[in-house]
T-cell receptor, first 114, second 112 residues
Framework: ETGVTQTPRHLVMGMTNKKSLKCEQH?????MYWYKQSAKKPLELMFVYNFKEQTENNSVPSRFSPECPNSSHLFLHLHTLQPEDSALYLC?????????????FGSGTRLTVV | GENVEQHPSTLSVQEGDSAVIKCTYS??????FPWYKQELGKGPQLIIDIRSNVGEKKDQRIAVTLNKTAKHFSLHITETQPEDSAVYFC???????????FGAGTILRVKS
């Protein structure tokens, strides 16, 4: 285990469903991230939170809604998704939002939109 | 925007041979360059990193080199083993260390 736990590991949802992805870190880090990983493409940064405050939204469609209630928990709320949103969603954390400390990733949630 | 190019996209080597993966970056202000290994069903894990004030760093069978002038850095794995088979990602910090931008990944297959 890396210290970053993501649930669920797999999720299949219809385009009209509402679901949430959860990420929890036990590393005492203050920054958390959501990344989207699609086949044969670079990891795409979606959101950055630093000390619970959102510091970056990388032009992500509003059907993805993040929530960070505290520095240890991060959620990604999903609604009315499209099939092209099917991907592996990775959560990561770092001591601060300065990337030079490196990121610790969770194992991801494999999302399939049908 | 800032990006990181990674080559090759796939690499097959015989067990015991060396493997080299190369990346180039565009942001001259980038100062941190980590490498991640992703095994099937897992998230990427940091295996080695290098900062802009260092030209080379080694950790057992893994080494990374950085050429700031040419804006490229490379991962070298010597004496490859089957357990080295995975997807490897390079990354570079952009925005004065604010976030990481990743390459598209290299699938490394080590044949025994």
């Amino acid at each position: 285990e890396t210290g970053v736990t993501q649930t669920p590991r797999h999720l299949v949802m219809g385009m009209t469903n509402k679901k949430s992805l959860k990420c929890e870190q036990h590393l005492g880090h203050n920054a958390m991230y959501w990344y989207k990983q699609s086949a044969k493409k670079p990891l795409e940064l979606m959101f950055v939170y630093n000390f619970k405050e959102q510091t970056e939204n990388n032009s992500v469609p509003s059907r993805f809604s993040p929530e960070c209630p505290n520095s240890s928990h991060l959620f990604l709320h999903l609604h009315t998704l499209q099939p092209e949103d099917s991907a592996l969603y990775l959560c990561a954390s770092s001591p601060t939002a300065d990337s030079s400390y490196g990121y610790t990733f969770g194992s991801g949630t494999r999302l399939t939109v049908v | 925007g800032e990006n990181v190019e990674q080559h090759p996209s796939t690499l097959s080597v015989q067990e015991g041979d060396s493997a080299v993966i190369k990346c180039t970056y565009s942001d001259s202000a980038s100062n941190y360059f980590p490498w991640y290994k992703q095994e099937l069903g897992k998230g990427p894990q940091l295996i080695i990193d290098i900062r802009s004030n260092v030209g080379e760093k080694k950790d057992q069978r893994i080494a990374v080199t950085l050429n700031k002038t040419a804006k490229h850095f490379s991962l070298h794995i010597t004496e490859t083993q089957p357990e080295d088979s995975a997807v490897y990602f390079c990354a570079a910090s952009i925005g004065y260390g604010n976030k990481l931008v990743f390459g598209a990944g290299t699938i490394l297959r080590v044949k025994s």
